[in-house]
């Protein structure tokens, strides 16, 4: 039976810690001059708004309504924008931006953004996983 090491830390501590339940990764940013940035993979709050945003309740004997192209866009721009907020983290942990920062977020959301999505959206599970459960 192997013992094991007594920590300086607490057990409570490391479980409490505002980050502690979600995975997370350390990257520079080419374009932002190398700035090292942490993404973490979206809390399930995130996830919620997302999934609100893309598929809106829809009254009952009702047909969601088609969207054009560029409605489907700027919907799709708004989800991400929502879960990027989330997960962009300062070196600190902290969120950089804060759930009034979306507008702000939304006029200069681009290719770099997303690609940080992406790679905060690998840490975690699917959506598909997450709405099995």
């Given at each position: 039976m192997s013992k094991i090491q007594p920590s300086s830390v607490s057990l409570r501590d490391l479980?409490?810690?505002?980050?502690?339940?979600?995975?997370?990764?350390?990257?520079?940013?080419?374009?932002?001059n190398g700035e090292k940035v942490m993404l973490r993979e979206p809390s399930g709050e995130a996830w919620l708004r997302f999934r609100e945003i893309m598929t809106p309740d829809v009254p009952e004997g009702e047909e969601a309504p088609k969207l054009t192209q560029a409605e489907a866009y700027v919907r799709n721009k708004k989800a991400d924008v929502i879960m990027f907020i989330d997960v962009l983290l300062d070196d600190k942990g902290e969120r950089v931006f804060s759930d009034a920062d979306e507008d702000t977020v939304m006029k200069i959301y681009g290719p770099v953004h997303s690609r940080l999505l992406s790679q905060a959206l690998g840490l975690g599970i699917t959506q598909e996983v997450a709405e099995a459960k």
């Open positions: 479980a409490l810690a505002p980050s502690s339940g979600f995975r997370s990764k350390i990257i520079p940013v080419p374009e932002w």
